[in-house]
């Protein structure tokens, strides 16, 4: 949990897929952290989302964008630097899954994972980099998956999109480096969203059975580690994927 307001007053926090699941309680943690949120989502329901957060007394932007055109997301960014100036933090949340067999899984459905999870997280990235370099503490944080490790079946598509994100994490890591930015990644275990209440609970608590912790993730389990990612102290950690929970 997040509790030294000060810390992140002055930051500029961009989140993608922040009108629910994780995305939208990990802003809400930044928000009581004093952080300036700009919440993007395609879903205009981010709207209300960023005025809960003014309400409780944060300073919430909503930014509707689909993260699969780059044209969206390189005028989205654009309108950053013009409205705000600035960009301290790039939270790459957004993403979507379909838990199928690779034989029951249609083509246009794993185009759209792959360009949902792996191709917006590249964009928003490519595009915010010139930003993040002008800040004095710039990170990027992706989101992955316990999938990846764990290999799960009917997970095949969604899995090789994150773990497409995980290379990624890593390449860009180095490539930033010299401009003082960071690059990690955290890969949630299950926690309770729209996504895992389509999965039987069968399979869930097998999967939960398998970790080392096993219990549901909360949201601010995953915040924990974005908000170690963000510290000023954590200058030199980058290129790192952590998982929750333990899995073996």
């Not at 010299?178 to 999967?207: K, W, Y």
């Not at 219990?215 to 963000?230: G, H, K, S, T, Y």
Request: aromatic share 6%; proline share 4%; charged share 20%.
């Amino acid at each position: 949990m997040i509790s030294e307001r000060a810390r992140f007053e002055g930051r500029t926090v961009l989140i993608t897929g922040a009108a629910r699941g994780i995305g939208r309680c990990t802003a809400a943690e930044f928000a009581r952290a004093g952080a300036t949120l700009l919440l993007v989502d395609c879903d205009s329901s981010v709207d209300e989302v960023a005025r809960e957060l003014g309400q409780s007394g944060a300073e919430a932007h909503a930014l509707t964008v689909d993260v699969t055109d780059q044209k969206q997301v390189d005028a989205l960014v654009r309108t950053v630097l013009e409205r705000f100036g600035a960009l301290d933090v790039l939270i790459n949340n957004a993403g979507i899954a379909c838990m199928n067999p690779v034989a029951l899984t249609p083509f246009d459905t794993a185009r759209q994972i792959m360009e949902t999870n792996f191709l917006g997280t590249f964009a928003f990235t490519r595009a915010s980099l010139r930003l993040l370099r002008s800040s004095a503490a710039g990170r990027i944080v992706n989101l992955t998956t316990v999938a990846v490790p764990l290999r799960l079946e009917g997970e095949a598509i969604y899995a090789a999109s994150k773990s497409a994100v995980e290379t990624f994490t890593r390449i860009v890591a180095r490539e930033a480096a010299p401009f003082g930015v960071t690059c990690n990644a955290v890969g949630p275990s299950p926690v309770h969203s729209q996504l895992t209440d389509r999965i039987a609970t069968d399979r869930i608590d097998r999967l939960i059975a398998r970790q080392a912790i096993p219990r549901w993730a909360e949201p601010c389990d995953v915040a924990n580690v974005i908000d170690f990612f963000l510290r000023p102290e954590s200058a030199m950690v980058t290129g790192q994927i952590v998982y929750l929970g333990g899995i073996g």
